[in-house]
């Protein structure tokens, strides 16, 4: 039942979105056919990257319109992974039905540019995690924690943003512990500006990919490849992530917004 106050929020909503006192600012990064992509080592396969395919152009095909089909994979560019993208969230929530209520929620941006700077393998530790807690307070209930390491800046050009070299890929993420800590948390999801939420070196980790492991085995969900991070506060901006609802998908390319005190 919509109630006057719930009416008056949301007038004051957009009466602050039209004053300018609350700004949004986009996190997705422009999807092209140059957007990196993960790349798995052999004997794995891999997606493919984003093609379009003309349908019509203002031709005979079409004299009024144009339109495309699109070919690319689910985990390509900003996208979301769903509880069913890994093992052990394989009976959990397809993308096309996590709650839209989860997609929504409070942002909380955990700064480490600095210490990625010096160190493209750093690795989120629960004593981050504890000392962030301990001078900001609880994480908000469904919030998402962003991780903020300044890798966007890589994104486009892909041999810089993958940063591969004999041993794998170097790119920031977290430790099996860290994961641990994230999943037992109360937030929705954990967003990231690389090319996926684990860590470059996580294969080696045990298990393999623990966020991934973690994170969507216990109904949370991960974003990756977000941009203008440093337009965000640490706390109170909220986050709107909006994936396709591909019926039993893994997961989708989202559009990402964040509305912002000015």
Known sequence: ??????????????????????RIVDLTAPLSSTTPVLALPAPFANTISL?????????DAGPGWGWNNIHTG?????????PAHWATGRDGHTVDTIPPSRLVG???????????????????????????????????????????TGWSARNQNAEEFLNADDDGPHTPGVSVAGAQWLAASTISGFAV?????????????????????????????????????????AA??????????????????????????A
């Open 1 to 22: 039942m919509t109630t006057p106050t719930t009416t008056s929020t949301l007038t004051n909503l957009l009466t602050e979105l039209a004053n300018g006192a609350i």
């Open 236 to 261: 109170g901006a909220v986050l709107v992530v909006s994936p396709l609802p591909i019926v039993g998908g893994t997961g989708s390319p989202a559009r990402v917004l964040a509305f912002v005190p």
């Open 193 to 233: 500006e690389t090319v996926g939420v684990d860590a470059g070196q996580a294969a080696a980790m045990e298990p393999m990919f623990p966020v991934h492991h973690h994170l969507l085995g216990a109904d949370k969900y991960g974003v990756t490849q977000l941009q203008n991070l440093d337009q965000l506060p």
């Open 106 to 148: 409070p942002a909380v941006v955990l700064d480490f540019t600095a210490e990625v700077a010096s160190d493209p393998d750093f690795l989120l530790e629960p004593a981050h995690l504890d000392e962030f807690v301990a001078k900001n307070g609880p994480l908000p209930d469904n919030a998402w924690l962003v991780f903020r």
């Open 51 to 59: 093609s379009l395919e003309p349908v019509s152009d203002f031709d």
């Open 74 to 82: 689910e985990h390509t560019g900003t996208h979301v992974d769903a």
